[in-house]
């Protein structure tokens, strides 16, 4: 009779290839210390990007964000501990980035000219403007207003609200992974969590109320 | 059920205790019971999966898969850089340190300041010195000089009552100082303030 191989959790799959690099680097084995890099990266790169982009709201900004993250978390691989998930440590370094950059920014829109705003008060990338190649450019206008309305309320949210609800609804982590994550408490997430969910069905149907009743007197007017 | 709920809600849950029934938490009893707080639930579900789908497709579509690989190679490229030796440029043969000749020793700075307060101060007090010095410069040559200047200095044209005294002064000194021997050789020729007087009557 076989012997029955445990199935390897993604936990146990992470540390052992962080384990493995640390060896590779400590060898000067650099090339496959990389190649095995590579496939961390395949494997958490869509999540950071996701994450990156609904903390910093700007693709160029998010996609240096998580370059920097895999690149950071590749040259500590040393500190790494096993007995934290690779992806919870990943995701913290990410974070911490993604917070220097919005400092970073916030210093620099400063002494910068006010960025373009739709009617919501709402930053928008100027390529927004430009005429896209969607299916139907009714169903385009309605999702885009839709997503801005959304991104626009949840950046509205105070800070470690929104990075709470981000990592827990967005990325569908438990609490427990949340507080890994930021070092908040496991009670304070769920808190956190909460009046985020709140805040934001109050802001999105204020939203709401105030588009309709806009579109009733835009129509009026006509 | 929390006492709250019982209390101000007319035992229906409130707001947190749905979202904690919703996010995976305790799902309490009355839950099940309760068509409304049931209808609650699922509005309230169907509004974050909402929520949860638009974000993801917002991320989603600035980031579609050839953007994920294009910055899949960026992040492999600069590991690369990352873990490559540093390469030094080497600076041209020329410029690599060679012993110095004398001549092109350097002298320090200090010294060059050094050497001009001492070229100051040695012109000072030479300037000084010449100053003193320059006065005492107006006295007598020595009487041998003055012997041979007669000969050298004699007027070969007429006599003018201005080079007189001159003259008289010269020959007095000529005299004062011939020697004796040769007053024979003097007396014999005619004396030159005679000649130059005679001259001018």
Request: hydrophobic share 40%; net charge neutral; proline share 7%.
């Given at each position: 009779?076989?012997?029955?191989?445990?199935?390897?959790?993604?936990?146990?799959?992470?540390?052992?290839?962080?384990?493995?690099?640390?060896?590779?680097?400590?060898?000067?084995?650099?090339?496959?210390?990389?190649?095995?890099?590579?496939?961390?990266?395949?494997?958490?790169?869509?999540?950071?990007?996701?994450?990156?982009?609904?903390?910093?709201?700007?693709?160029?900004?998010?996609?240096?964000?998580?370059?920097?993250?895999?690149?950071?978390?590749?040259?500590?691989?040393?500190?790494?501990?096993?007995?934290?998930?690779?992806?919870?440590?990943?995701?913290?370094?990410?974070?911490?980035?993604?917070?220097?950059?919005?400092?970073a920014r916030r210093r620099?829109?400063?002494?910068?000219?006010?960025?373009?705003?739709?009617?919501?008060?709402?930053?928008?990338?100027?390529?927004?403007?430009?005429?896209?190649?969607?299916?139907?450019?009714?169903?385009?206008?309605?999702?885009?207003?839709?997503?801005?309305?959304?991104?626009?309320?949840?950046?509205?949210?105070?800070?470690?609200?929104?990075?709470?609800?981000?990592?827990?609804?967005?990325?569908?982590?438990?609490?427990?992974?949340?507080?890994?994550?930021?070092?908040?408490?496991?009670?304070?997430?769920?808190?956190?969590?909460?009046?985020?969910?709140?805040?934001?069905?109050?802001?999105?149907?204020?939203?709401?109320?105030?588009?309709?009743?806009?579109?009733?007197?835009?129509?009026?007017?006509? | 059920?929390?006492?709250?709920?019982?209390?101000?809600?007319?035992?229906?849950?409130?707001?947190?205790?749905?979202?904690?029934?919703?996010?995976?938490?305790?799902?309490?009893?009355?839950?099940?019971?309760?068509?409304?707080?049931?209808?609650?639930?699922?509005?309230?579900?169907?509004?974050?999966g909402n929520v949860r789908?638009?974000?993801?497709?917002?991320?989603?579509?600035?980031?579609?898969?050839?953007?994920?690989?294009?910055?899949?190679?960026?992040?492999?490229?600069?590991?690369?850089?990352?873990?490559?030796?540093?390469?030094?440029?080497?600076?041209?043969?020329?410029?690599?340190?060679?012993?110095?000749?004398?001549?092109?020793?350097?002298?320090?700075?200090?010294?060059?300041?050094?050497?001009?307060?001492?070229?100051?101060?040695?012109?000072?007090?030479?300037?000084?010195?010449?100053?003193?010095?320059?006065?005492?410069?107006?006295?007598?040559?020595?009487?041998?000089?003055?012997q041979a200047e007669p000969?050298?200095?004699?007027?070969?044209?007429?006599?003018?009552?201005?080079?007189?005294?001159?003259?008289?002064?010269?020959?007095?000194?000529?005299?004062?100082?011939?020697?004796?021997?040769?007053?024979?050789?003097?007396?014999?020729?005619?004396?030159?303030?005679?000649?130059?007087?005679?001259?001018?009557?």
């Open positions: 009779m076989a012997e029955q191989v445990p199935p390897v959790s993604a936990r146990e799959a992470d540390a052992r290839v962080a384990l493995d690099i640390r060896a590779f680097q400590a060898e000067g084995r650099l090339d496959e210390a990389r190649d095995r890099y590579g496939e961390v990266v395949t494997r958490y790169q869509r999540r950071a990007a996701r994450i990156a982009y609904h903390y910093l709201r700007d693709a160029a900004d998010a996609d240096e964000a998580v370059q920097d993250a895999f690149i950071k978390a590749y040259m500590h691989i040393g500190t790494f501990r096993e007995d934290l998930p690779f992806e919870v440590w990943f995701t913290r370094i990410l974070i911490n980035g993604c917070l220097d950059r919005l400092k620099r829109e400063r002494w910068m000219a006010p960025p373009m705003l739709d009617p919501n008060g709402v930053e928008r990338d100027p390529a927004d403007y430009l005429p896209s190649r969607g299916p139907s450019p009714e169903e385009v206008v309605l999702s885009a207003e839709r997503r801005q309305q959304l991104m626009g309320a949840v950046a509205e949210l105070p800070e470690r609200q929104r990075m709470v609800f981000m990592l827990s609804h967005f990325d569908g982590r438990s609490s427990r992974e949340v507080s890994a994550m930021t070092g908040l408490n496991e009670s304070t997430v769920r808190v956190h969590l909460f009046r985020a969910i709140r805040r934001l069905r109050g802001l999105l149907v204020t939203r709401a109320a105030t588009d309709q009743g806009t579109g009733r007197s835009n129509r009026a007017n006509r | 059920m929390r006492i709250a709920d019982i209390v101000f809600r007319q035992g229906h849950l409130s707001e947190e205790a749905l979202t904690t029934a919703i996010l995976g938490g305790d799902r309490p009893a009355h839950l099940e019971q309760c068509e409304a707080c049931s209808q609650r639930a699922r509005d309230l579900s169907l509004w974050l789908a638009e974000a993801l497709e917002a991320a989603d579509e600035v980031f579609p898969p050839e953007r994920l690989a294009l910055q899949h190679a960026q992040i492999m490229r600069r590991l690369e850089q990352i873990d490559a030796p540093p390469r030094v440029i080497a600076f041209p043969a020329q410029a690599v340190h060679a012993p110095r000749t004398h001549s092109e020793r350097r002298v320090s700075p200090a010294w060059v300041g050094v050497a001009a307060a001492a070229g100051l101060a040695i012109g000072l007090v030479g300037g000084q010195i010449s100053a003193r010095v320059t006065p005492t410069a107006s006295v007598p040559a020595p009487a041998q000089t003055q000969a050298q200095v004699a007027p070969a044209g007429p006599v003018t009552a201005t080079s007189q005294p001159v003259n008289a002064s010269l020959t007095t000194d000529w005299e004062r100082y011939v020697p004796e021997d040769l007053l024979l050789l003097d007396q014999a020729t005619p004396s030159l303030l005679e000649t130059q007087l005679a001259s001018a009557r």
